[in-house]
């Protein structure tokens, strides 16, 4: 069914009684061209566009649970293409660039709102570095402003602006970047990669591989066993764990990462803002909650639950950024697992197992690059060449020590 204000109509009619299902469920056969582990933002849109731009329909997604359950549904929904590294802003410029237009490519409304991000900076040092990460930014086409504390303030008059220790003194925009409703990704992609023809099946956990002679030919799963020649795996928070199972590790460590949602007040904040002086970003949802987030828990887990001393340490940089904030009430707080890389850049190659390839590492970030990733990832196994994109995001840069460290922090994923 093509959504419309005609369909919508005729549903009111109906007192929204006979909407059809968004996919069918499928059941699992026993062969595909390809098969796909993850039904995540990424592994759907993978799937998708291999019907879509490859014309490959004879395609499994496998979930272990529900689709929309993972972090795709768990995170802070911030879109945005703020990079400095050529590689990750050729990347996501790309992302935001079909973020603009998604909604219409799927005829689903995922409420992309481009609200505007502003990552606040407090000393002349940080200043200078916004400034640098600003030009690199114009020259991909992002498009960024800085600006000064002046202008911060008419925007968002309700923030810390003479904090004693962390004094705003502007802000880096980005008036592109903004917020999409995270789990309507996964649906809207689910939907039309199932109307192109993909199996979605949700409920079929992978716990092995069958391998000889260095390749992949099938999964087992919680549902038998599924061969295919090409399998990819885009599972997140849970990628070492499908690497171990393939025979092979990854320099991804799994770490929980939290959000909070508060009760709902009027309109406040109208765009997203990032503290720089400590881990704390913030936005509004169109229920009116306060959605925000900050710093991995530190440990590593794969539990989607964190702990309260990160929920304590979230919210007392939210206090030293915007004191009003302590006159709400946090109604809900989650966690979720994600997968952090060495470097805080992606990975999306070919594995050590013919016919295996890997989509990881997206650490905090990977919500953004959703279109870019699921198109780069198709590309990649339909074609067994790696997509524009995306060509820097090799499994063996790690050996080599091409690392593509963003944040210029070295190898330590809880500093990324
Ligand atoms: C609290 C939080 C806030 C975040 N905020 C942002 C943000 O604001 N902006 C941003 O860009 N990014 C953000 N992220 C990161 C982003 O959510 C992730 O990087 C991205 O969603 C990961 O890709 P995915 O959607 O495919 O993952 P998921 O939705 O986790 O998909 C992976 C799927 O694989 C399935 N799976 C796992 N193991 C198996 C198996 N053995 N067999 C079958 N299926 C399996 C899981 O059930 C899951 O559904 C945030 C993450 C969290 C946790």
Same mark, same amino acid.
């Given at each position: 069914?093509?959504?419309?204000?005609?369909?919508?109509?005729?549903?009111?009619?109906?007192?929204?009684?006979?909407?059809?299902?968004?996919?069918?469920?499928?059941?699992?056969?026993?062969?595909?061209?390809?098969?796909?582990?993850?039904?995540?933002?990424?592994?759907?849109?993978?799937?998708?566009?291999?019907?879509?731009?490859?014309?490959?329909?004879?395609?499994?997604?496998?979930?272990?649970?529900?689709?929309?359950?993972?972090?795709?549904?768990?995170?802070?929904?911030?879109?945005?293409?703020?990079?400095?590294?050529?590689?990750?802003?050729? /990347?996501?410029?790309?992302?935001?660039?079909?973020?603009?237009?998604?909604?219409?490519?799927?005829?689903?409304?995922?409420?992309?709102?481009?609200?505007?991000?502003? $990552?606040?900076?407090?000393?002349?040092?940080?200043?200078?570095?916004?400034?640098?990460?600003?030009?690199?930014?114009?020259?991909?086409?992002?498009?960024?402003?800085?600006?000064?504390?002046?202008?911060?303030?008419?925007?968002?008059?309700?923030? %810390?602006?003479?904090?004693?220790?962390?004094?705003?003194? !502007?802000?880096?925009?980005?008036?592109?970047?903004? &917020?999409?409703?995270?789990?309507?990704?996964?649906?809207?992609?689910?939907?039309?990669?199932?109307?192109?023809?993909?199996?979605?099946?949700?409920?079929?956990?992978?716990?092995?591989?069958?391998?000889? $002679?260095?390749?992949?030919?099938?999964?087992?799963?919680?549902?038998?066993?599924?061969?295919?020649?090409?399998?990819?795996?885009?599972?997140? !928070?849970?990628?070492? *764990?499908?690497?171990?199972?393939?025979?092979?590790?990854?320099?991804?460590?799994?770490?929980? *990462?939290?959000? /909070?949602? &508060?009760?709902?007040?009027?309109?406040?904040?109208?765009?997203?803002?990032?503290?720089?002086?400590?881990? /704390?970003?913030?936005?509004?949802?169109?229920?009116?909650?306060?959605?925000?987030?900050?710093?991995?828990?530190?440990?590593?887990?794969?539990?989607?639950?964190?702990?309260?001393? &990160?929920?304590? %340490?979230?919210?007392?940089?939210?206090?030293?950024?915007?004191?009003?904030?302590?006159?709400?009430?946090?109604?809900?707080?989650?966690?979720?697992?994600?997968?952090?890389?060495?470097?805080?850049?992606?990975?999306?190659?070919?594995?050590?197992?013919? !016919?295996?390839?890997?989509?990881?590492?997206?650490?905090?970030?990977?919500?953004?690059?959703?279109?870019?990733?699921?198109?780069?990832?198709?590309?990649?196994?339909?074609?067994?060449?790696?997509?524009?994109?995306?060509?820097?995001?090799?499994? %063996?840069?790690? *050996?080599?020590?091409?690392?593509?460290?963003?944040?210029?922090?070295?190898?330590?994923? $809880?500093?990324?």
């Amino acid at each position: 069914m093509k959504y419309s204000l005609f369909s919508l109509a005729v549903n009111t009619l109906g007192k929204h009684r006979f909407w059809p299902p968004m996919f069918t469920e499928a059941a699992p056969r026993r062969n595909y061209e390809i098969i796909i582990i993850g039904g995540g933002g990424h592994g759907l849109a993978t799937a998708y566009y291999l019907a879509k731009v490859h014309n490959i329909t004879n395609v499994a997604v496998l979930e272990k649970g529900v689709i929309g359950l993972g972090n795709v549904g768990r995170n802070t929904a911030i879109v945005r293409a703020n990079y400095l590294l050529p590689e990750n802003s050729i /990347f996501y410029q790309h992302a935001l660039t079909q973020w603009e237009t998604l909604e219409r490519e799927l005829n689903f409304n995922a409420m992309v709102s481009q609200r505007g991000i502003l $990552n606040l900076f407090h000393s002349d040092a940080q200043r200078d570095a916004f400034a640098r990460r600003g030009n690199a930014m114009i020259i991909e086409g992002a498009g960024a402003e800085l600006v000064g504390a002046g202008q911060v303030k008419k925007m968002v008059p309700f923030l %810390d602006f003479d904090n004693a220790r962390f004094p705003i003194l !502007g802000a880096l925009v980005q008036k592109r970047a903004g &917020t999409v409703r995270h789990d309507a990704v996964a649906w809207g992609y689910a939907r039309a990669a199932a109307s192109l023809g993909v199996d979605i099946i949700q409920n079929c956990e992978v716990n092995g591989f069958e391998t000889a $002679n260095g390749r992949v030919s099938a999964v087992h799963t919680t549902r038998g066993t599924i061969a295919a020649p090409k399998i990819g795996i885009s599972v997140a !928070g849970s990628s070492s *764990l499908l690497a171990e199972m393939a025979g092979f590790r990854l320099p991804v460590e799994s770490h929980v *990462l939290q959000a /909070f949602v &508060t009760e709902a007040i009027k309109p406040l904040i109208n765009n997203v803002i990032t503290f720089g002086a400590g881990h /704390f970003y913030v936005s509004q949802s169109d229920k009116g909650g306060l959605v925000f987030g900050g710093d991995l828990d530190g440990y590593n887990s794969y539990a989607q639950r964190g702990g309260i001393n &990160t929920m304590r %340490d979230v919210v007392e940089s939210g206090m030293a950024l915007m004191p009003l904030i302590g006159r709400i009430k946090l109604l809900r707080s989650w966690g979720g697992v994600v997968d952090m890389s060495m470097d805080g850049s992606p990975i999306i190659d070919r594995s050590p197992l013919e !016919g295996l390839y890997i989509n990881a590492g997206w650490c905090y970030g990977g919500f953004k690059a959703t279109p870019a990733a699921g198109l780069a990832f198709a590309h990649l196994i339909a074609r067994d060449q790696p997509h524009e994109i995306a060509g820097a995001f090799t499994l %063996d840069r790690f *050996l080599s020590g091409h690392i593509i460290d963003e944040k210029g922090q070295g190898a330590q994923p $809880n500093l990324h």
